[in-house]
């Protein structure tokens, strides 16, 4: 369960940021989480939920970019999308591929309000 | 909670090394100040506009375990330290895999081991028992070594320079995959008593993995695994994957494991 700590280290991340920008709370947060990234996005909005209590990102929205997996072909360069990290190049039959993305992990952005109601 | 200071899965995260008495260390969590914790540090944005606004961040969700890793790393190349992550569901032979290279080993070069589990220190006990310097790192409910648990628990340790550092993480083929401790190499086990289709099963651990070492050859007459079918899984999923072939309890295939260790030592 990996989510759990993953989302742990989301909120730290935000929390930081968002207390540095003279926030007071954290109204949503943009998270892109590819599809090749070994995350699933539905358990991670679970433990975030909990891993958030008690920050400034306790009631905040999470939304989710799930990129497509691609893959290049080693051998004849060919690009193409991929579901797996296992993939056959349809131009030239070759497993040689390269992911190019679909892996990516990343917390992109956050909204902050900057004074309470 | 904090990721970097290791406050966060491993809250409960306590070392202990074998043969010493007088308990164990815990991880030290809230020894020190967090950036978060306080609150009452200056602030110089700009009151005019009040209301909302968006901050960007663009920062990999695990960057601070990533840079404690780097810190690792770089502890790791100064003393001339070969680092290797050993990974694998449970019961495959990391431990029995250990017993048997080390002795082997530790002739000619300095070894030292980290023992991740959940409980016990039955791991780092059967290490113990080999002469070389151990220290188990119990997790708790965390399933997964990181980059801070490595980190103090490399201050514990002997380290002479020169020194082949074995991790033998917490078995699981999940996690572990997506925590860089800042190992040289991942290593990931798997037993012919699992099945030939693990590396597509468990696609991010065999693709992280720089090494895959197949274990417990000696039962292949007694089980329905395909060895050449499991390799062409694993390579399938990363073709760039060392492979070997051992059995760890008769000593089958441990030489050539053993010689590509020795090259890697002289090599890193």
């Given at each position: 369960?990996?989510?759990?700590?993953?989302?742990?280290?989301?909120?730290?991340?935000?929390?930081a940021?968002?207390?540095?920008?003279?926030?007071?709370?954290?109204s949503?947060?943009e998270?892109?989480?590819?599809?090749?990234?070994?995350?699933?996005p539905?358990?991670?909005r679970?433990?975030?939920?909990a891993?958030?209590?008690?920050?400034l990102?306790?009631q905040?929205?999470?939304?989710?970019?799930?990129?497509?997996?691609?893959?290049?072909?080693?051998?004849?360069?060919?690009?193409?999308?991929?579901d797996?990290?296992?993939?056959?190049?349809p131009?030239?039959?070759?497993?040689?591929?390269?992911?190019?993305?679909?892996?990516?992990f990343?917390?992109?952005?956050?909204?902050?309000?900057?004074?309470?109601? | 909670?904090?990721?970097?200071?290791?406050?966060?899965?491993?809250?409960?995260?306590?070392?202990?090394?074998?043969g010493?008495?007088?308990?164990?260390?815990?991880?030290?969590?809230?020894?020190?100040?967090?950036?978060?914790?306080s609150?009452?540090?200056p602030h110089?944005?700009?009151?005019?506009?009040?209301?909302?606004?968006?901050?960007?961040l663009?920062?990999?969700v695990?960057?601070?375990?990533?840079?404690?890793?780097e810190?690792?790393?770089g502890?790791?190349?100064?003393?001339?330290?070969f680092?290797l992550?050993?990974?694998?569901?449970?019961?495959s032979?990391?431990t029995?895999?250990?017993?048997?290279?080390?002795?082997a080993?530790?002739?000619?070069?300095?070894?030292?081991?980290?023992e991740?589990?959940?409980?016990?220190?039955n791991?780092?006990?059967?290490?113990?028992?080999?002469?070389?310097?151990?220290?188990?790192?119990?997790?708790?409910?965390?399933?997964h070594?990181?980059?801070?648990?490595?980190?103090?628990?490399?201050?514990?340790?002997p380290?002479?320079?020169?020194?082949?550092?074995?991790?033998?993480?917490?078995?699981?083929?999940?996690?572990?995959?997506?925590?860089?401790?800042?190992?040289?190499?991942?290593?990931?086990?798997?037993?012919?008593?699992?099945?030939?289709?693990?590396?597509?099963?468990?696609?991010?651990?065999?693709?992280?993995?720089?090494?895959?070492?197949?274990?417990?050859t000696?039962?292949?007459?007694?089980?329905e695994?395909?060895?050449?079918?499991c390799?062409?899984?694993?390579?399938?999923?990363?073709?760039?994957?060392?492979?070997?072939?051992v059995?760890?309890?008769t000593?089958?295939?441990m030489?050539?494991?053993?010689?590509?260790?020795?090259?890697?030592?002289k090599?890193h």
């Amino acid at each position: 369960m990996h989510e759990m700590s993953i989302a742990m280290s989301i909120v730290d991340a935000v929390d930081a940021k968002a207390r540095a920008e003279g926030a007071v709370r954290i109204s949503l947060i943009e998270l892109k989480i590819g599809k090749l990234a070994g995350i699933l996005p539905e358990a991670l909005r679970f433990c975030f939920s909990a891993a958030a209590t008690g920050s400034l990102a306790g009631q905040a929205q999470l939304v989710i970019d799930e990129p497509d997996g691609r893959g290049r072909c080693s051998d004849c360069g060919h690009e193409f999308s991929v579901d797996f990290y296992y993939a056959r190049c349809p131009e030239c039959g070759s497993l040689r591929i390269v992911i190019v993305s679909g892996e990516e992990f990343l917390i992109q952005s956050i909204i902050i309000d900057e004074e309470g109601e | 909670m904090c990721d970097t200071c290791g406050c966060s899965t491993e809250g409960e995260a306590v070392l202990r090394m074998p043969g010493k008495t007088g308990g164990h260390i815990h991880m030290d969590l809230k020894s020190h100040s967090h950036e978060h914790a306080s609150g009452d540090h200056p602030h110089d944005h700009n009151h005019d506009h009040p209301g909302s606004r968006k901050v960007l961040l663009e920062q990999d969700v695990l960057q601070q375990n990533n840079l404690l890793a780097e810190r690792n790393r770089g502890f790791f190349e100064a003393r001339n330290i070969f680092a290797l992550n050993f990974l694998s569901s449970p019961g495959s032979g990391k431990t029995s895999l250990l017993e048997a290279l080390i002795p082997a080993l530790q002739a000619s070069t300095p070894v030292a081991v980290i023992e991740g589990d959940q409980q016990t220190t039955n791991d780092a006990d059967r290490i113990h028992a080999l002469g070389v310097p151990v220290i188990q790192i119990n997790t708790g409910s965390g399933c997964h070594l990181d980059a801070m648990m490595v980190n103090r628990a490399i201050r514990e340790l002997p380290l002479p320079d020169g020194t082949l550092l074995c991790i033998e993480n917490v078995g699981n083929l999940v996690c572990p995959a997506m925590f860089d401790l800042g190992e040289a190499l991942k290593v990931v086990i798997i037993s012919v008593t699992e099945g030939d289709d693990k590396p597509l099963k468990y696609p991010n651990m065999f693709h992280e993995s720089d090494v895959c070492i197949l274990n417990k050859t000696d039962l292949l007459p007694y089980v329905e695994f395909d060895a050449l079918k499991c390799r062409q899984n694993a390579m399938q999923v990363n073709h760039h994957l060392q492979w070997f072939e051992v059995s760890a309890k008769t000593g089958a295939g441990m030489a050539p494991l053993q010689e590509w260790i020795e090259h890697k030592l002289k090599d890193h």
